[in-house]
């Protein structure tokens, strides 16, 4: 059983997306998105009517975003809509994966593009409307079956002979289906007829010449799938980029206006601007399309909280996954988020969390919990640490010290602690001379050493605070009773105000992260060989030593 009583580890475990990954689909941005999208495609479906389709047809989306952030999730996502596959083909092109980069091979690309089940729901539909033509007693149709005297008297129906073509054991005659044909449909639309007949269909990038017949096939595969399928013809070009025959074939397509076709190109910001210094015109026409959808920054903590979670919404069958979860592991994705900047994209954040549900999994946890983020980011990210921490501070102890920090005066007594525990082990180690607590006059100090050069050093902590105030207050204080002759005071106020004898030194969350931390494994006797120096080049950052 995983965490959250989930049958199934929800997260993707592929570096890419595949079509069952891509059910999925979470972030406001993606949601709206493929709203988007699906409001060009209803708008084109709207407008096509009957059988044949015109040159006003046609439709072009754009789809930048960022290197992995989501967008071919995204378009495998539309690709496997139930309204999408009623009512159009789909061919997925991913150039990274074409090579060499020509007009034959990307081509070869568009038609391994349209799934097998395509190309059989078109062959069917061509033999049956062929098959319903014989039926009405036309003679030269019935050629086309090879149906004569002979299958009259053995009762063979022309369904036979029609499935008898369908799974290859009969070849029809094809100079009969020409003159059936001739006058019905364009030259090339009988070619690509008799390909998909055949079972061809795919071979026929051995055959173009050049970009005009690509064109002219591509052209006529979308007037098939309207008449016979009474569908659209969608062309998705992942990864589409700055290349000379990349562009070359876009702006053919473009250029053409494909019959009852949306022409969807997917790429990142980047090569969006190297496609402007390319070429011009091509760049024209992309700024030009009809629905320009830009996702570029997307990778915002909010977009990728809401992916993240929607995985495990989607398959907690359940209802397992109550509000308190969500919070919980929000907070623990934030903390990534912030803390390191490789996993600030939905790839790499989906990627932790798969294998951090597989650790929970196998050690029975109930929720994707701390140690599991730890352990899985120890694991597959060796060497990793928290950005800024001297003490190295683990994952999982930076989630629970970040968690309990939110109740400000239990942070400023763990910090007013921890700056004691560490000056005592900068005693113990020689660093720090003569060390005392403060007594009842010394209001607002927290301790008071001697450095190794003599000088009597007073420490104030200072957190959320009326920083100016209490500053004040502590100098006075300092001034008037004499007993110290330098004032350090730590504070979270972004200031480097001091008077006279004083200093103010800034420490952020994760400076306080790194003393508390120190603190804990100080007080449990828990201090490392590895942590000795650690520890002095710590206090030696807030100026103790």
């Known amino acids: 059983m995983y965490p959250y009583g989930l049958l199934q580890n929800p997260y993707p475990s592929s570096p890419t997306p595949t079509l069952i990954d891509a059910q999925v689909l979470g972030g406001r941005r993606h949601k709206e998105a493929k709203i988007a999208v699906l409001s060009c495609f209803d708008d084109l479906n709207s407008k096509v009517t009957g059988i044949a389709a015109t040159d006003k047809d046609f439709r072009l989306i754009t789809l930048i975003q960022d290197v992995g952030s989501g967008k071919t999730h995204l378009a495998l996502h539309i690709r496997g809509l139930q309204k999408i596959c009623d009512n159009a083909v789909i061919s997925y092109v991913d150039l990274s994966q074409v090579f060499p980069r020509d007009i034959y091979s990307l081509y070869a690309a568009m038609l391994r593009g349209f799934d097998k089940e395509y190309i059989y729901s078109l062959r069917k539909a061509i033999v049956y409307y062929l098959k319903d033509k014989a039926e009405q007693n036309n003679k030269q149709a019935k050629k086309i079956f090879n149906y004569g005297l002979v299958d009259f008297i053995r009762r063979k129906n022309l369904s036979n002979k029609a499935e008898q073509i369908l799974d290859g054991t009969m070849v029809p005659d094809y100079s009969a289906m020409n003159q059936v044909l001739i006058g019905e449909f364009s030259a090339a639309e009988l070619y690509v007829m008799k390909l998909i007949i055949r079972g061809k269909f795919r071979d026929d990038a051995y055959n173009i010449r050049n970009m005009e017949d690509i064109i002219t096939r591509i052209s006529a595969m979308a ?86 979670l929607e995985y495990v919404r989607h398959y907690d069958l359940q209802k397992c996954f109550k509000l308190q979860d969500e919070n919980e592991l929000s907070a623990k994705i934030k903390v990534i988020y912030d803390e390191f900047p490789d996993f600030r994209n939905v790839r790499s954040m989906t990627n932790i969390l798969y294998h951090a549900t597989e650790n929970a999994a196998k050690r029975n946890a109930q929720i994707i919990d701390e140690k599991a983020i730890d352990d899985t980011i120890k694991t597959t990210h060796p060497g990793l640490r928290i950005r800024g921490s001297i003490m190295g501070v683990p994952l999982s102890d930076f989630i629970k010290i970040r968690s309990s920090s939110n109740d400000i005066q239990m942070l400023e007594s763990d910090v007013r602690d921890a700056v004691k525990n560490l000056l005592n082990y900068a005693h113990d180690m020689g660093s720090v001379a003569k060390f005392e607590a403060p007594n009842g006059r010394a209001s607002g100090i927290d301790v008071i050493y001697n450095d190794t050069s003599g000088t009597k050093v007073a420490v104030a902590v200072v957190i959320n605070k009326d920083h100016a105030k209490n500053f004040d207050q502590i100098s006075n204080t300092v001034k008037s009773v004499g007993f110290a002759d330098k004032l350090l005071i730590l504070t979270n106020a972004n200031t480097n105000t001091g008077t006279d004898g004083t200093t103010v030194v800034n420490i952020d969350r994760c400076k306080m992260t790194d003393l508390i931390y120190f603190s804990s494994k100080y007080k449990n006797n828990e201090i490392l060989h590895d942590d000795l120096n650690r520890a002095l080049m710590l206090a030696k950052s807030i100026k103790l030593c």
């Open 223 to 308: 007037n098939l799938n309207l008449r016979f399928l009474k569908k659209l013809t969608i062309l998705q070009i992942d990864e589409f980029d700055s290349d000379k025959k990349s562009l070359d074939f876009v702006k053919a397509v473009i250029n053409t206006h494909l019959p009852s076709t949306v022409l969807m190109l997917i790429l990142t910001p980047s090569s969006y601007e190297n496609i402007r210094k390319e070429d011009s015109s091509i760049f024209d026409r992309l700024e030009k399309a009809n629905y320009k959808i830009d996702l570029a920054g997307s990778n915002t903590l909010e977009e990728i909280l809401d992916i993240i």
